[in-house]
């Protein structure tokens, strides 16, 4: 009872919030645009390059090995551990590697983890990988303005339908900022895990709109906070399922995926029960659609 009054009492205020990270989140991807020209960082699978495996049972600071093998090349190069699903036990790296030089990179590896028993080599077109990565921007754009077709089409109101928009972007722009400021670049299976949140940012504005429009027989704040419940549950259950996968998986692609969910469903709780709740509650109080 307690945080409902005090959410009755400062709603609007709260709304300030989601607005000013939007803004936020939009002026650091902008910004990544005018430094490097990508909105954010792609990793060898969107841009081209190298990916070089190699097994080994030695365990070793990644960080360490990342900075040691980027210094002796003079490249970026990004380095992951590669453990077994059992026990999950180290059994070799990975290197990210953009340039061109492949050769150089293998000697380099040598001297900083020693001989090297087993290797396979993965060369990646820059050319496809353009073309996939803009084929990509295209049906993700696809989506949403079909997803935006549906929910206009559903609710049959102007406002709500763009609320409902306005979130599921929120989430996306906000989660893209949070990664690039963490380090995190944009691979194929983060590409999944985007498309992935916009399908469920919609289920979660869709409940919350649905409920408030046309559950009459209650009062708007009571209509929103049975939203809130069944939204909350819905939201923190698949968090910690996702937080349980991270911190046990040994696969870096489903690690890459839980952490990019995680960070945009934590987003999505503050973008649809303040942002786009306050959104609806002007909405329908201005437009006099409440009691």
């Not at 049959?156 to 609320?163: C, D, G, N, S, T």
């Not at 928009?165 to 990664?179: H, K, P, R, W």
């Not at 409920?211 to 069944?230: C, G, P, W």
């Amino acid at each position: 009872m307690g945080f409902r009054s005090t959410y009755e009492r400062n709603w609007k205020r709260l709304m300030i919030f989601p607005m000013l990270f939007l803004i936020f989140s939009v002026g650091v991807l902008y910004s990544n645009y005018l430094t490097t020209g990508e909105f954010i960082e792609k990793d060898v699978s969107l841009k081209g390059g190298y990916l070089l495996t190699i097994e080994s049972s030695t365990v070793i600071d990644i960080s360490e090995l990342e900075k040691r093998v980027s210094e002796g090349i003079g490249e970026q190069v990004k380095v992951r551990e590669l453990k077994t699903l059992g026990s999950g036990k180290t059994m070799g790296y990975s290197f990210e590697y953009g340039g061109t030089e492949i050769d150089k990179l293998i000697d380099e590896v040598s001297l900083s983890v020693g001989p090297i028993t087993g290797k396979s080599i993965e060369e990646i077109s820059s050319a496809i990988s353009e073309r996939f990565w803009n084929g990509t921007l295209r049906a993700i754009s696809v989506a949403i303005l079909a997803m935006s077709g549906v929910v206009l089409l559903y609710f049959r109101l102007f406002v709500p339908a763009i609320a409902i928009i306005l979130s599921g972007l929120s989430n996306i722009f906000g989660t893209l900022a949070i990664m690039s400021l963490a380090g995190i670049s944009i691979s194929t299976s983060g590409i999944a895990a985007i498309l992935m949140l916009l399908g469920y940012s919609i289920d979660s504005n869709i409940v919350l709109t649905a409920r408030a429009l046309n559950r009459k027989e209650m009062k708007l704040e009571d209509r929103i906070f049975s939203a809130v419940k069944t939204g909350l549950t819905m939201s923190i259950t698949s968090i910690v399922a996702l937080l349980v996968l991270f911190l046990t998986s040994p696969a870096g692609i489903l690690k890459n995926i839980a952490v990019i969910l995680i960070i945009g469903l934590v987003l999505d709780i503050i973008n649809t029960w303040i942002q786009n709740a306050g959104i609806l509650r002007m909405y329908l109080t201005r437009g006099g659609k409440t009691k």
